[in-house]
């Protein structure tokens, strides 16, 4: 299977986006707490982040926090935002070595003021590096990147006339960044769950079961096979 994948080059997505799902699932089956499932959530995400370098993935779009994540248990939401700053304490050095580039996307209020600082310096580190670009989608919602888009879109008085797909990609989030190409959903469901509703309109959609912490190098491989048998036709009728 391996083979299959890595002689078709042309074939591997540029960007992939993960709905980390499953996470709680998977620490439930185990009798463990929620927040055990989030840190074996990382863990994995560590392998993750070697395998796209190892199959030449240049984006990788993870998604952490959603907007809608607030309503969780506040226990849940604390555990959340202490495992995003301990990964910036822990691996910032690492990723920057390994020529990760992270990216942050959403909105950093709602973040505290020490966490922003964190997010801003991670990111300022890391802006020069070119291996792989980690896009941390936290405190993210699809149809809160669209009203940031349009407000500052009419906040900017954009005569109607000049807005266009392309102005739009100008004002969201991933600005400047090509649309997924690949979405994967871990954990089952079948949903984008208000995930990159503009940029993902063409991506390929892979789920499966297997829960976050279990999605390990051969299921993304997996994926990667899956995405390199479809035939993408963006709505047009391939001439034969
Ligand atoms: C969904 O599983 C997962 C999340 C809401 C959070 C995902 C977060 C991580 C993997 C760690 C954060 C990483 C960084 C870099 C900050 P779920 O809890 O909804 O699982 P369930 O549906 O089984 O309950």
Redesign the pocket.
């Known amino acids: 299977m391996a083979d299959e994948v890595l002689t078709l080059p042309e074939r591997i997505p540029y960007h992939v986006a993960v709905i ?7 620490a439930k089956s185990r009798g463990l707490p ?1 927040l055990a ?2 840190r074996a ?2 863990e994995n ?1 560590r392998r993750i982040l070697r395998a796209c370098s190892e199959f030449g993935i240049k984006i990788l779009t ?1 998604y ?2 959603s907007t809608e ?1 607030w309503g969780r248990p506040e226990a849940e939401v604390r555990g ?1 935002m202490n ?2 700053e301990t ?1 910036i304490d822990r691996e910032l050095n690492q990723l920057n070595a390994n020529g990760v580039q992270l990216r942050h996307i959403g909105e950093l209020d709602g973040l505290s003021a020490m966490l922003q600082a964190k997010v801003r310096k991670a990111i300022d580190m890391t802006r020069n590096n070119d291996q792989l670009v980690l896009n ?1 989608a ?1 405190n993210y919602g699809g149809r809160q990147d669209l009203l940031q888009a349009i407000r500052r879109i009419v906040e900017d008085g954009v005569p109607s006339e000049e807005i266009d797909e392309k102005l739009v990609d100008y004002y969201l989030y991933t600005a400047g960044q090509p649309d997924p190409d690949l979405v994967i959903r871990t ?1 089952g469901e079948m949903r984008l769950s208000n995930f990159l509703l503009w940029q993902a309109s063409y991506a390929e959609y892979y789920a499966t079961p297997a ?2 912490p279990d999605f390990d190098r051969d299921e993304l491989l997996k994926a990667l096979v899956y995405f390199a048998r479809r035939e993408r036709r963006f709505g047009l009728v391939l001439q034969p």
Do not use: E, K, P, T
């Open positions: 980390m799902d499953g996470n709680g699932r998977w929620r499932g989030h959530g990382v995400l993870i952490a926090f994540n959340l495992i995003l990964v941390v936290f954990a829960y976050w």
